[in-house]
């Protein structure tokens, strides 16, 4: 039975990164017609509503007891909502979603770094070697681009830097609310309020583009906000519960790999040597960071509580 159980929760898993690794063409397709904010804003408030009929949401609003609770929810909310989306939505508009994709690779590396710094965890050799070998291959992919360090292509890998840093900041902002908060909770509380915070970037051309979409930009739009984050954080956290879901490295390794294949198939889009090895050198990176380690620590934590 245990098998069994581990078979369909790597399965699941499997398919999860399948959709978020596609998340960048999809992103893509929707900003043929949506700006990057009006793409957030439609992506979110779909998605808003349904986040009360999760019972973690009150459960999590029950354990905010102090101020300092509250504006760490917040912060974390703010990071995986608008500052996430919107630098990533809008380096889309200057690179391409498979460049985007293994550029999202970098994410462990730079979270083990925040980690060290913020939460002082020991920043081992081995992820001083990893950071280093995945800037190479960053820098690498900005130029295979165009064989030239261009302005706007590296302001897009730029951004997108930027985004990967923003989530990692709010996974490493989270760690400290995991000894009151179960993981669900703050990300179903964070979902909310980064939500709310979206409210000051509405404006009237906007909701215009979001009532005028045509039906290839809502499926993108559904497919990004209803599979990718409503579903898909439900599926991730029901396969945390299970141990023989902390094997989840490989999947990590494959997620920029399967995002960059996505664009070249779907979109028709360039990828010549360069930007392989760039590629191949941000991946070869995260095997140094070890996220899997990380993972089963973290997953250890929870089953102990």
Same mark, same amino acid.
């Given at each position: 039975m245990e098998k069994k159980t581990g078979l369909w929760v790597n399965l699941s898993l499997f398919l999860l990164f399948l959709v978020w690794a596609?998340?960048?063409? @999809?992103i893509k397709i929707a900003e043929r017609q949506l700006e990057p904010i009006s793409l957030v804003i439609a992506r979110f408030f779909i998605i808003f509503p349904f986040l009360f009929l999760f019972?973690? @949401?009150y459960t999590g609003i029950k354990k905010i007891q102090s101020i300092n609770d509250f504006l760490k929810i917040l912060l974390v909310g703010l990071l995986i909502v608008p500052a996430y989306h919107i630098f990533l939505n809008t380096a889309e508009t200057m690179i391409n979603a498979s460049v985007a994709a293994l550029?999202? %690779?970098?994410?462990?590396? !730079?979270?083990?770094? /925040?980690?060290?710094?913020?939460?002082?965890?020991? /920043?081992?050799?081995?992820?001083?070697? %990893? #950071? !280093?070998?995945? #800037?190479?291959g960053v820098i690498t992919l900005t130029y295979g681009i165009s064989h030239k360090f261009e302005i706007k292509n590296s302001f897009g890998v730029l951004l997108s830097l930027t985004s990967v840093t923003s989530w990692a900041l709010a996974t490493?902002? &989270?760690?400290?609310l995991y000894n009151k @908060?179960?993981?669900i909770e703050v990300n179903t509380l964070g979902l909310f309020f980064g939500t709310l915070a979206l409210i000051p970037f509405v404006k009237t051309r906007y909701i215009q583009q979001i009532l005028t979409m045509n039906s290839q930009t809502l499926i993108a739009v559904l497919y990004l906000g209803v599979l990718c984050i409503l579903i898909g954080y439900a599926v991730w956290f029901k396969a945390l519960e299970y141990k023989e879901a902390s094997t989840t490295a490989t999947f990590i390794y494959l997620n920029p790999i399967i995002g960059s294949? &996505? %664009?070249?198939i779907f979109l028709k889009e360039p990828m010549n040597i360069v930007m392989i090895i760039g %590629?191949?050198?941000i991946i070869l990176g995260l095997f140094f960071i070890n996220p899997l380690k990380m993972e089963i620590k973290r997953q250890e934590s929870f089953e102990n509580k």
């Amino acid at each position: 039975m245990e098998k069994k159980t581990g078979l369909w929760v790597n399965l699941s898993l499997f398919l999860l990164f399948l959709v978020w690794a596609n998340s960048y063409t @999809f992103i893509k397709i929707a900003e043929r017609q949506l700006e990057p904010i009006s793409l957030v804003i439609a992506r979110f408030f779909i998605i808003f509503p349904f986040l009360f009929l999760f019972k973690d @949401f009150y459960t999590g609003i029950k354990k905010i007891q102090s101020i300092n609770d509250f504006l760490k929810i917040l912060l974390v909310g703010l990071l995986i909502v608008p500052a996430y989306h919107i630098f990533l939505n809008t380096a889309e508009t200057m690179i391409n979603a498979s460049v985007a994709a293994l550029v999202a %690779g970098f994410s462990p590396v !730079i979270t083990g770094v /925040l980690s060290s710094i913020i939460l002082r965890e020991k /920043l081992e050799q081995k992820r001083i070697i %990893g #950071l !280093i070998i995945s #800037l190479v291959g960053v820098i690498t992919l900005t130029y295979g681009i165009s064989h030239k360090f261009e302005i706007k292509n590296s302001f897009g890998v730029l951004l997108s830097l930027t985004s990967v840093t923003s989530w990692a900041l709010a996974t490493v902002t &989270s760690k400290s609310l995991y000894n009151k @908060f179960k993981p669900i909770e703050v990300n179903t509380l964070g979902l909310f309020f980064g939500t709310l915070a979206l409210i000051p970037f509405v404006k009237t051309r906007y909701i215009q583009q979001i009532l005028t979409m045509n039906s290839q930009t809502l499926i993108a739009v559904l497919y990004l906000g209803v599979l990718c984050i409503l579903i898909g954080y439900a599926v991730w956290f029901k396969a945390l519960e299970y141990k023989e879901a902390s094997t989840t490295a490989t999947f990590i390794y494959l997620n920029p790999i399967i995002g960059s294949i &996505s %664009g070249i198939i779907f979109l028709k889009e360039p990828m010549n040597i360069v930007m392989i090895i760039g %590629g191949i050198t941000i991946i070869l990176g995260l095997f140094f960071i070890n996220p899997l380690k990380m993972e089963i620590k973290r997953q250890e934590s929870f089953e102990n509580k």
